[in-house]
Each structure stands twice: as structure tokens, then as C-alpha cells.
């Protein structure tokens, strides 16, 4: 299968933020309401740690 | 006004609720097999479309940027590893498999990222799994 699809390396963390975190809002918590609010804090977690990665790379490359 | 006793033969189980012996075992082998199907079974609309989209754009995504899929034989104990992984996301691997898909070796950083898209698919898959078993023995509502 030849590739199709050329994603960046910041596109494909989100994607995988976006989808880790519906998952995970959803099986992890039992009200509706619940589920959607520790879905977004999983969500800010991934994108966080991503920008957290990033800098801190940033400075050990320095 | 709704009958309770009609409630009982019509809703699947809800929290507090006796559990369905029959749905505990049919929900989690019909949600390995098609991701988001066990709640799908179970009458969770929204949440089993929700699980469905995610984990199968997930899989097919990682296909899409040329990941690797991991076989039984991998004999590498990092292989056997990630076809645990892999072997989650269920009717997913077996078509993948069947196809001839995901074979090819992985020669750039982003197709590296496909591989490991495919084996988290297949984890949440099994996570999805146990929630659909839980729905159904009237643990979660």
C-alpha cells in the first residue's frame, strides 16, 4: 500500500490527542457531562505534554 | 408514564440494574470485532459512534501513512508486543490482514508514528471492550 496521506509530525500528535481522548472521556467516566469535560482534560494533557516535549528538546538541542 | 417491568425487557441494563449474562459475553466479542459495536448492541448510540469513528480513523489513518502491522510470528518479543496491540482493533487487523495491508517496511519517521496509531487503536479498542462489558453487567450506566 502506497502512501496516501502525509501528515506532519504536530498534525499526527493532534490526531492522536483527538482520538486518545474521546476514548478515553468516554470509558472512563459515567455521566455525559463527565465524560466530555475528562475528555478535554485528556485532550489539554496530550497537547500540553506535546508543547512541553517540544521545548524542552528545544533547550537540550541548545 | 413507563411500565419499570416493561423498562426491564426493552433498555439493556443500566447501573443497578441485574446484570445480562448473555449481553456480557456477546457486547465485548462483538465490540472487539467491530469497534464501538458493543455499545452500539447495548443501545449507546452516540457513545458507540463515537468509539467506531475514533479507533477506525485511528486504524485507518495509521495505514494511511504506511505503519506496520505486527503477525503472530513476529518471534521479537517488541513484535509480540505490538501484535497484542494490533490484534485489538480486531475485524480491523483481520480485513488489514487479509487485504495484504501494513506489510510494508517502515522507512520514514511519520510511518513509524502509523505503526504505533494502529497498535493504540487496537488498545482503546480493548478499553472500549471492557466499557461495553460493564455496561452490560450493570456496573456503568
Known amino acids: 500500500m502506497n502512501q496516501s496521506l502525509a501528515l506532519s509530525h504536530f498534525t499526527a500528535a493532534l490526531l492522536f490527542a483527538l482520538f486518545a481522548s474521546v476514548v478515553f472521556g468516554i470509558t472512563q467516566r459515567n455521566t455525559p457531562r463527565d465524560m466530555f469535560r475528562y475528555g478535554l482534560y485528556c485532550f489539554a494533557m496530550f497537547v500540553g505534554g506535546v508543547f512541553a516535549a517540544g521545548w524542552l528538546m528545544w533547550l537540550l538541542r541548545r | ?141
Open chain 2, 1 to 141: 408514564m413507563a411500565n419499570p417491568s416493561t423498562d426491564k425487557k426493552t433498555l439493556p441494563a443500566a447501573a443497578g440494574q441485574p446484570a445480562n449474562s448473555t449481553m456480557a459475553v456477546v457486547a465485548p466479542a462483538i465490540g472487539w470485532l467491530v469497534p464501538g459495536a458493543g455499545h452500539l448492541i447495548q443501545k449507546r448510540w452516540i457513545r458507540g459512534l463515537l468509539l467506531l469513528a475514533s479507533i477506525v480513523a485511528m486504524f485507518a489513518i495509521g495505514l494511511a501513512i504506511n505503519g506496520h502491522i505486527y503477525r503472530p510470528n513476529g518471534g521479537d518479543i517488541l513484535d509480540i508486543l505490538g501484535f497484542v496491540g494490533d490484534i485489538g482493533a480486531g475485524g480491523l487487523y483481520i480485513f488489514s490482514q487479509a487485504m495484504g495491508y501494513g506489510q510494508s517496511p517502515v522507512s520514514h519517521a511519520v510511518a513509524d508514528y502509523g505503526t504505533k496509531f494502529m497498535i493504540v487503536a487496537g488498545l482503546l479498542n480493548f478499553i472500549s471492550v471492557a466499557d461495553a462489558y460493564h455496561i452490560a453487567m450493570g456496573k456503568k450506566p
